[in-house]
């Protein structure tokens, strides 16, 4: 079935506004308006139809100087998987020291991806 929606390919600062004209079913997109350069297509391929997003938070940390330290997932995920991976996250309690780069959990929901401790508690 012939669909429309409008992206906005976060890419370059140019940041498209692309008119995207797309069939669901077969997967395929059938015009693509606004887009000044060929990664337009690609970007909004996969925005359409796997669309992924990098996922940061919080988790607590027992520590003198911090209550929680940031995370983030090491590649985009699934924009579907967003709540499965927070979930996973939710059970995590640390204790100082981490550092910045650390894995906090590894293949996080089998995804292939690793949850990034991003900065370092000492103590
Ligand atoms: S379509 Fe090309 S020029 Fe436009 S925002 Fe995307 S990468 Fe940049």
């Not at 997109?29 to 606004?34: F, P, Q, R, V």
């Not at 919080?58 to 699934?78: F, G, N």
Request: glycine content about 4%; proline content about 5%.
């Amino acid at each position: 079935m012939a669909e429309y929606r409008k992206v906005t390919c976060i890419l370059c600062p140019n940041a498209c506004q692309l008119g995207v004209h797309f069939d669901k079913d077969k997967r395929e997109i059938t015009d693509l308006e606004n887009s000044r350069c060929k990664r337009g297509i690609k970007y909004a391929m996969e925005e359409i139809f796997d669309p992924k997003r990098s996922v940061m938070t919080v988790v607590p940390i027992e520590s003198k100087s911090w209550k929680v330290t940031s995370v983030l997932t090491a590649e985009p995920i699934p924009k579907n998987k967003i709540f499965d991976v927070y979930d996973e996250v939710k059970k995590v309690r640390l204790k100082a020291p981490v550092k910045r780069g650390d894995v906090l959990i590894s293949n996080v929901c089998n995804l292939g991806v690793d949850i990034i401790i991003t900065r370092t508690v000492r103590e």
